[in-house]
């Protein structure tokens, strides 16, 4: 057996044992159909990026599933691969143009393509290096990329079959358009944030008559596209108008007032203009009333020639000066201030523009009902419950997905444009000639598919779609989706209605959603906030185990969680408590042999520690069943801390020193193995390396604790009469402890106690735990009693599970100087319950201090007078 070294060093050894555990494809999961399959696919990360905490998080809890599978026996595979992200990897290159003094369209739509997959290859694999550090066990041998040979085939053969079956189209329509990155973004990549803005009241004069309608806007430089005023059918106010026209201030154009549900009588005035080109609601008011679309703000975000003399401004120039003017003509009626959500894109944080444009779109509503119906009829089940709501709202409200970006990089539309005869052409090969005429001239659409369209696909194209390949078969549907609660509708949607349309089967039969990672304050981590916490840096300081524990702990399925560098400290001290337990078993199992037959008599400690250690193993494994990996966690570590490291190992150290029988001795080495061995099997999939170092010194029968079978629950080892009588000896050890600590007697000390049974059971649990209160009270000599006639003189006293506890002191403590320190402890307590009372006495406090500085003061005085209470106790015990 090796030597164990003082401390653990997470970077010695968190390097060698991932080696270790890839050279020897431990991560490989092959088609075998004797073994039931479990299988997760990776959210792939963008090649964009770094291992940020969210990504930590989600790679952590999926790493721990896949471990913990593997370890019951399953054929466990963890598909990883990377998403090519269309708009921030071309943004990324673009701005390694720009530093050359060079735009895309100066190399042209090919070599920057070029220059695109350059970049991929050379910085886009960090973040899955990154991943390993972190301890993922993924089959790396399976790696995936989005726009891979298999996935670009994939993608190009579902375009193609939804195109042919009529659910993608191509049309004008309302989009979110980001004026920076120059595309399209779908409306759930829109993030609303809320302003505080301004609503202005506008007047509009009726035509042919001294009446006008005041209507409330937020961005007055869209009015310049108006093409009517609508009011609610059955607003009285407004019923005499509806029909008639307002002449559009500035403008001059006559527009109509109409009548629609869709108005808020309570809004505003109850009249509100409608601008078709620049947003969505008031498009589909258009589609209904057959209203004209005039387009005032292009793509750039500047005013086209529709706004007259603002043409060629940038947006918010021409609302200043347009306001100017509306004040100037006497249109403008008032201003207030107003908060409301803003549209952002949610890339680069540019307010997005509403725009009418000719793009490709998916026909959702025949997609999303299947997907509707696989989670209400259970067949998808998402953890927590509560999100099923927020999916099915979502679904069952869905709009038609644009799906076309004005990007080069990503998919390209499979859509090609007959220059003689128009005909439009979609194959997954591409054309040399038209279908219809067979013209040579053809031109491919410029647009590339959204990112997420890809994304969709990735439970199965991952595993070889449209292939109908061994593990497409073997692995398909996966098990579970590890994902956080943003991106439901992005991508965890689109997987279920697509595996659905494509496999005719769920994608996974669960949806493990787990929350965001933010500061200690409670915020998102951002640039801009400087609040961002990079997990490299932090496995480089802390390890890899110490963050992933970290991470999981206190986290509970669907919520936020926040970091605190200080649990950090906390784990790492776990840490170091696992080592040196693990550093003293070892030591003093350097003679032991595993025995052939088990036939032992175990102690109290051995009874007490062998059923502790079964009702973790089945708590464990009845949490991670649940999905509550923060629970199962800390019940690991309230285990291994206090009852393992703490109690059991005290507990036997008598017996392996062997001054008990050389049996006896034995008998402790077989229990402290046997647990220590089964715990580090419960702890791998949350600290898989120092688990695997430890495993290593331990006198085991497997290469690696990773193949090593997952700890059976085993009923016949649980023992609750055991453990009622070691808690009731904990108990009084502890209390014992507690009386040494208050009275200042020095650890080296031996004190002597005595116990007055209230039971003959009582007793009887004291007689045989007799070594265990010597050893762990440092008491001597311990005397057991049924009952007390008379009580000691000057004694410390206590009572615990019914058990009075006296610790006389004569001779112990030099009894004089304790006095004097008491009193001097009293009066200055004293002196603060008096401040403390004298400011609650203050009316004026009371009146003006903020409501929690006035409980935090009365919670002071309470402490104080409870120390109060306790000093006057002593003294008097002291001094009788």
């Not at 120059?182 to 944030?193: A, F, K, P, R, Y």
């Not at 715990?679 to 604790?705: A, G, K, N, V, Y």
């Not at 057991?784 to 004694?795: G, H, Y």
Request: charged share 30%; hydrophobic share 35%.
């Amino acid at each position: 057996m090796q030597e164990i070294s003082k401390t653990y060093d997470p970077k010695k050894v968190e390097e060698k044992w991932y080696h270790y555990w890839n050279e020897r494809n431990y991560f490989y999961a092959p088609v075998d159909e004797e073994k039931e399959p479990f299988c997760i696919v990776m959210p792939p990360p963008n090649v964009t990026g770094s291992l940020h905490l969210g990504h930590a998080l989600d790679n952590t809890l999926q790493d721990i599933l896949i471990r913990w599978r593997r370890m019951q026996g399953y054929n466990a595979l963890w598909v990883p691969g990377t998403d090519h992200a269309g708009i921030a990897t071309q943004a990324r290159v673009e701005e390694e143009l720009a530093k050359e003094g060079l735009s895309k369209y100066d190399l042209g739509r090919e070599k920057f393509l070029e220059r695109v997959w350059d970049w991929k290859h050379q910085y886009g694999n960090k973040i899955t290096s990154q991943l390993r550090l972190l301890g993922s066990s993924c089959d790396w041998s399976r790696e995936r990329f989005t726009m891979d040979e298999g996935c670009s085939r994939a993608v190009r053969e579902v375009f193609v079959r939804l195109y042919k079956k009529g659910l993608i189209y191509r049309g004008n329509y309302i989009i979110n358009w980001c004026p920076k990155c120059q595309t399209t973004i779908s409306d759930i990549e829109v993030e609303h944030q809320e302003r505080e803005g301004n609503l202005w009241h506008i007047r509009y004069p009726v035509k042919d008559s001294d009446e006008y309608i005041v209507v409330a806007t937020t961005r007055p430089e869209t009015m310049l596209g108006d093409t009517a005023v609508a009011v609610h059918p059955e607003d009285e106010r407004y019923q005499h108008l509806i029909g008639r026209s307002v002449i559009l201030p500035v403008v001059g154009r006559e527009i109509p007032i109409i009548a629609d549900e869709y108005v808020d009588p309570e809004f505003g005035s109850g009249a509100v203009k409608i601008t078709p080109a620049h947003d969505p609601n008031d498009f589909e008011i258009a589609l209904r009333h057959n209203l004209p679309f005039v387009v005032v703000i292009d793509k750039n975000a500047r005013m086209t020639k529709e706004a007259g003399k603002y043409q060629g401004m940038e947006r918010y120039e021409c609302r200043k000066q347009l306001l100017e003017q509306l004040k100037e003509e006497g249109f403008l009626v008032n201003v207030e201030d107003y908060s409301h959500a803003v549209g952002q894109c949610y890339r680069c944080d540019t307010i997005i523009e509403p725009l009418v444009s000719e793009q490709w779109f998916v026909k959702m509503k025949p997609l999303a009902e299947p997907a509707i119906r696989a989670v209400k009829e259970g067949r998808i089940r998402f953890v927590p419950e509560r999100f099923t709501k927020i999916y099915l709202n979502w679904m069952e409200n869905i709009r038609d997905w644009c799906i076309s970006r004005q990007l080069w990089w990503g998919h390209r539309i499979p859509v090609w444009y007959c220059q003689e005869c128009g005909e439009i052409i979609c194959e997954t090969v591409d054309p040399d000639k038209c279908s219809k005429c067979g013209s040579s001239e053809l031109v491919q659409d410029p647009d590339v598919l959204d990112t997420w369209f890809s994304s969709a696909l990735w439970p199965f194209s991952t595993l070889g779609w449209p292939e109908r390949t061994p593990e497409l078969n073997y692995f398909y549907p996966t098990n579970v989706l590890v994902t956080g609660r943003d991106i439901i509708f992005f991508w965890v949607a689109r997987m279920i209605f697509m595996s659905l349309e494509f496999m005719k089967e769920v994608p996974f039969r669960e949806v493990f959603i787990h929350g965001l990672v933010l500061d200690a304050q409670g915020r998102k981590m951002s640039k801009s906030l400087g609040n961002g916490v990079d997990p490299i840096e932090v496995i480089d300081q802390y390890g890899a185990d110490t963050l992933r524990f970290m991470l999981v702990t206190g986290n509970t399925p669907g919520n936020d969680l926040r970091f605190h560098f200080e649990r950090l400290e906390g784990v790492r001290n776990f840490c170091n408590k696992i080592w040196n337990a693990s550093r003293f078993a070892v030591m003093n199992l350097s003679d032991y042999e595993e025995p052939e037959e088990v036939s032992r008599e175990y102690t109290l400690a051995d009874r007490w520690i062998l059923s502790r250690y079964s009702r973790t193993v089945k708590e464990v494994t009845r949490l991670l069943e649940k999905y509550e990996l923060g629970e199962a966690a800390r019940i690991l570590y309230e285990f291994i801390w206090t009852e393992f490291c703490d109690w059991y190992i005290e507990l036997i150290k008598p017996r392996l020193y062997g001054k008990e029988s050389p049996e006896s001795r034995r008998t402790a080495q077989y229990v402290l193995n046997y647990v220590l061995g089964g715990t580090m099997r419960l702890l791998h999939p949350f600290m898989p390396f120092i688990t695997e170092e430890i495993w290593h010194h331990l006198p085991q029968d497997r290469e690696s604790i990773m193949i090593a079978s997952w700890p059976e629950d085993e009923p016949e080892r649980e023992d609750r009469e055991a453990e009622q009588k070691m808690e009731l000896l904990m108990n009084v050890i502890r209390a014992v402890r507690n009386l040494r600590s208050e009275m200042n007697v020095p650890p080296n000390r031996q004190a002597e106690v005595i116990l007055a049974a209230n039971s003959a059971e009582a007793l009887k649990i004291l007689e045989e735990g007799m070594s265990y209160l010597k050893n762990l009270a440092n008491a001597a000599p311990v005397t057991l009693r049924e009952r007390i006639e008379e009580k000691p003189a000057k004694a410390a006293t206590a009572v615990e599970n019914g058990i009075e506890i006296f610790m006389p002191l004569e001779g112990l403590i030099d009894i004089d100087r304790e006095v004097e320190r008491l009193e001097k402890e009293l009066a200055e307590v004293k002196q603060e319950l008096e401040r403390v009372k004298k400011k609650l006495s203050n009316e004026g406090f009371l009146s003006k201090a903020p409501r929690e500085i006035v409980d935090k003061e009365k919670a002071k005085k309470l402490e104080f007078e409870r120390k109060q209470q306790i000093l006057e106790q002593r003294l008097s015990m002291l001094k009788g």
